[in-house]
């Protein structure tokens, strides 16, 4: 999928690889079940799980936070990361106004590393916004919120 990414954005959140779902509706987090847009809809205070994606893509750039991922290409049966094989990762070394990049899993948090980062770009890792991750909502939150505000 193409990155959400404009010369304002300040911040990108990158997953690992789109799930089937995401895929096939052309939207990031397209799986109604995947946390991620009331993740960062609580951390910024907006209810993004009630808009339409457009608006809520609206909302992030708004914000300026960015949305792609770690890999622009691989092999995988199904949608989880520990099915994922032969990676082509993305190149972020021409994303020079990035400050902050936000690895959504860590799956992600482990591919980032051949992404070639522009140096001085601070890197979190946080727990996956997929319901496949089991935790706390509360706790996936906590650490969200420290990645997303620090």
């Not at 789109?18 to 609580?42: A, D, M, T």
Request: charged share 25%; hydrophobic share 35%.
């Amino acid at each position: 999928m193409e990155p959400v990414i404009d010369r304002y954005t300040d911040t990108l959140i990158v997953g690992s690889y789109p799930s089937e779902i995401s895929l096939s509706s052309g939207q990031y987090y397209g799986n109604p079940r995947n946390h991620f847009w009331k993740l960062v809809g609580c951390v910024l205070g907006v209810d993004l799980v009630e808009l339409d994606y457009d608006e809520r893509l609206r909302i992030l750039q708004e914000h300026q936070i960015g949305l792609w991922d770690t890999l622009k290409g691989c092999q995988r049966k199904g949608s989880l990361d520990s099915n994922i094989q032969n990676e082509i990762y993305n190149d972020l070394s021409g994303l020079t106004h990035i400050r902050r990049i936000i690895c959504n899993g860590s799956m992600a948090g482990e591919y980032i590393r051949y992404c070639k980062v522009p140096a001085g770009v601070m890197i979190f890792t946080v727990p996956s916004s997929s319901s496949a991750r089991v935790m706390k909502f509360s706790e996936k939150l906590e650490q969200w919120k420290k990645a997303m505000c620090d």
